[in-house]
């Protein structure tokens, strides 16, 4: 089993930053993808970021391309999503979560095995 856990969500305003982190436990040699998702209210849970946790290029969603950037750091067990210039609609929930198929990394929820709690943005104009 893999634990995710998200931390870092809140309130802010449009054009402000945010970092998400996402502390992982539990069977983590299992990873092989990791993912950022995020979901807003009555809509399907998209992806935000796919990346293979061992080692090589993350891929971006078409709309946090150039804002948003992907890291993580082994030593922490520790995944992070810096948010830069932010709008409003990037209000949603926002899940991490961890795939224990081996690269390529999937944009699809469905090949994801074990997902956070989740954690709130809100970005208001």
């Known amino acids: 089993q893999v634990q995710l856990a998200e931390f870092g969500g809140g309130s802010v305003q449009a054009g402000a930053s945010l970092r998400l982190s996402c502390t992982v436990s539990?069977?983590?040699?299992?990873?092989?993808?990791a993912g950022w998702f995020r979901q807003a209210p009555g809509q399907k849970r998209e992806g935000v970021v796919v990346?293979?946790?061992?080692?090589?290029?993350?891929y971006y969603g078409d709309s946090v391309k150039g804002r948003f950037t992907v890291s993580q750091d082994n030593a922490k067990n520790t995944l992070y999503l810096d948010m830069n210039n932010l709008k409003p609609e990037d209000t949603a929930m926002y899940y991490c979560?961890?795939?224990?198929?081996?690269?390529?990394?999937?944009?699809?929820?469905?090949?994801?095995?074990?997902w956070g709690q989740g954690t709130q943005v809100t970005v208001s104009v």
């Open positions: 539990g069977y983590t040699s299992k990873m092989n993808c």
């Open positions: 979560a961890a795939d224990v198929h081996r690269p390529p990394c999937a944009f699809l929820v469905s090949e994801y095995d074990y």
């Open positions: 990346w293979p946790t061992g080692g090589g290029r993350p």
